[in-house]
């Protein structure tokens, strides 16, 4: 392992997305993004996915050059085409559009359609709760996880995000993924070389495994069994039914170089808790949940950890494998990235 410097991890990240084809603000934002899952600690949603879509940008499965544009609004809502770009961009326009619309509203739903693999949910709604809203996040992907009952992945392991603003301390941040793990912790586990704990996921021929790489070419198993199928087919209807997305079955893996462009579909929600029972209600009763809650000291409220660790990696720096790091200087290289 070797320590970067946030600045530094972000501009090797940038620039590796620039040579690979991205527009400045598309890489700009998108580095963004990655840095600051590495900050929480989150290595599956990093930097590391920086040559996943340099790859992409190079094969034509993302637009680097695309320009997010608002095609539909109506009310509190509007819809966002990524054109076939990487998602962060258009992801971020989505929230400031939900945002300025709840503040008229009280309520705003913003989505996106054509879009990519967005990363940590719960960091498109950081903006969400700066605004003292609250705020969820929804998004499908590439098909990974059976129907209940099947063996064919159908759905994506579709993340859900939700933030509830504090009024003196950061804010609830609650991010999961509908499989039982993060599929992006399974390709780690891949090209560690580690094996990956029973009930993961399925190899191809239907049978549990421990194998990391089985269980890519494979399935994964939903979280809770049956009430994690039907909340990964309420997101996968959220995102595409209204949007026009692809479902995760239309989508071809992130794991593979060459296939379509995913097209995927984005859902963001933001609430202001004035234009309900009050601001001032909102904070008294979710304080007096968490007080509840914290009344048994094993309990860890969501979000603490990643919030503790991305301010330790803002003075200490990032944690990144040598394998990565040498990959991303190599991508960064003038010239480099378009082989």
């Given amino acids: 392992m070797t320590i970067v410097a946030l600045k530094q991890l972000r501009s090797l990240a940038e620039q590796a997305l620039v040579c690979a084809g991205a527009d ?8 963004d993004a990655l840095v600051a899952a590495d900050a929480q600690g989150l290595s599956s949603h990093g930097v590391a996915r920086v040559m996943q879509y340099a ?19 109506k009310g509190a809502t509007c ?13 971020s326009r989505a929230v400031t559009e939900a945002i300025e619309r ?78 039982e793990a993060a599929r992006g912790k399974v390709m780690i586990a891949s090209q560690q070389g580690r094996p990956i704990p029973l009930g993961w996921a399925l190899d191809r021929e239907g049978r549990p495994t421990t194998d990391a790489k089985a269980a890519l070419e494979g399935v994964m198993l939903p979280a809770g069994g049956v009430k994690g199928a039907m909340l990964a087919l309420i997101v996968e209807l959220l995102c595409v039914s209204l949007t026009g997305a692809h479902f995760g079955f239309e989508a071809d893996s992130f794991f593979v170089d060459a296939g379509n462009q995913p097209r995927l579909g984005q859902a963001f929600l933001a609430i202001d808790p004035e234009a309900l029972a009050g601001s001032h209600t909102y904070y008294a009763r979710l304080e007096a949940l968490i007080t509840a809650m914290c009344a048994d000291d094993a309990v860890r409220l969501p979000g603490v950890r990643r919030a503790a660790l991305a301010d330790r990696a803002s003075s200490n720096g990032i944690e990144v494998p040598e394998a990565v790091l040498a990959k991303l200087i190599a991508l960064a290289q003038p010239g480099q990235g378009q082989r």
């Fill in 102 to 179: 709840a503040r008229s509203a009280g309520i705003g739903f913003a989505a996106v359609t054509n879009s990519h693999h967005f990363g940590v949910a719960a960091y498109h709604l950081e903006e969400v709760a700066r605004n003292a809203m609250v705020g969820l996040a929804f998004s499908n992907s590439p098909a990974a996880m059976p129907a209940w009952g099947g063996t064919r992945a159908v759905f994506g392991t579709n993340p859900v995000a939700a933030v509830f603003p504090r009024a003196a301390a950061p804010p609830l941040m609650i991010d999961l993924s509908l499989s």
């Fill in 55 to 73: 790859t992409h940008l190079r094969n034509g499965r993302a637009d680097g050059r695309a320009i997010p544009r608002v095609v539909r609004e």
């Fill in 24 to 31: 400045v603000a598309m890489a700009s934002s998108t580095a």
């Fill in 79 to 91: 819809l966002i085409d990524a054109n076939g770009g990487l998602a962060f961009l258009a992801c």
